[in-house]
Nanobody, 125 residues
Framework: QVQLVESGGGSVQAGGSLRLSCANSGDTYSTYCMAWFRQAPGKEREGVAS????????NYANSEEGRFTISQDRPKNTVYLQMNSLKPEDTAMYYC??????????????????WGQGTQVTVSS
């Protein structure tokens, strides 16, 4: 397992932007699938986006592609989630997750062995 620390959450109005960061304590030589999940009150945790650190290949879970962009700074061992045109329905706790190796199909939370503590995103209308 590795330690993941998220930051960058906050409160914004609809249409605004936020950039979340996830710092990975693991060594930079290992390759991971890094993913962002989110969980709104009373709802299941859902995948948002993932990136394979070895080649930067990205995947987006639903229709967030176009509004959300996942990226990495490999030397810093940090993954980002740039979120634009935010909507009230994006309000949730956002979690960073990691697993060794390439990203699996789908976004089963049980595939990921390491999780951050979460960062709250609140979007007001």
């Amino acid at each position: 397992q590795v330690q993941l620390v998220e930051s960058g959450g906050g409160s914004v109005q609809a249409g605004g932007s936020l950039r979340l960061s996830c710092a990975n304590s693991g060594d930079t030589y290992s390759t991971y699938c890094m993913a962002w999940f989110r969980q709104a009150p009373g709802k299941e945790r859902e995948g948002v986006a993932s990136i394979y650190t070895r080649d930067g290949r990205t995947n987006y879970a639903n229709s967030e592609e176009g509004r959300f962009t996942i990226s990495q700074d490999r030397p810093k061992n940090t993954v980002y989630l740039q979120m634009n045109s935010l909507k009230p329905e994006d309000t949730a706790m956002y979690y960073c997750a990691a697993l060794f190796g390439p990203c699996p199909l789908g976004y089963s939370r049980y595939s990921y062995h390491s999780w951050g503590q979460g960062t709250q995103v609140t979007v007001s209308s």
